[in-house]
């Protein structure tokens, strides 16, 4: 990894070091499995998900040859960061759900980063847009 990947990495207990990326598919086969899931015009939701936007977007061009073009991108956090103040980030909002974190592990995990992130949309749909959100 870059140096400062490793210092920001070690710093913030996220666990991604050498060699756990040495262990993982190559960017290309990342690509094409993400593109397969996703599609060509795909609904996104994330929080901050500008950010991440822009790593699938560098992703797919350099992998695919072409753009990431979703359908509808909803950010949870411009959503919070709209209708109240202070910590906005994922582990500070998430408890304004009310629900226990998916696995008491980290929220720089992907899986329990996207059972958050669905934890606070569904929070803030109730909350600002809709009388219920229900789990497809």
Request: glycine share 6%; net charge positive; hydrophobic share 30%.
């Amino acid at each position: 990894l870059p140096q400062p990947i490793a210092e920001y990495n070690g710093r913030n207990n996220t666990g991604i070091c050498d060699e756990f990326i040495k262990k993982q598919p190559k960017a290309y086969m990342v690509a094409q499995k993400l593109y397969e899931f996703l599609g060509d015009s795909p609904v996104l939701v994330g929080h901050n998900l500008s950010f991440a936007e822009t790593f699938i977007n560098k992703l797919y061009v350099q992998n695919l040859g072409k753009c990431l073009e979703p359908k509808e991108s909803i950010d949870t956090l411009a959503i919070c960061r709209e209708k109240f103040g202070g910590s906005h980030k994922l582990c500070d909002v998430h408890k304004l759900t009310k629900k226990t974190h998916s696995s008491g592990k980290s929220y720089h995990n992907s899986l329990d980063d996207c059972l958050a992130t669905l934890d606070v949309l569904e929070y803030l749909t109730n909350k600002y847009y809709v009388k219920t959100f229900e789990r497809g």
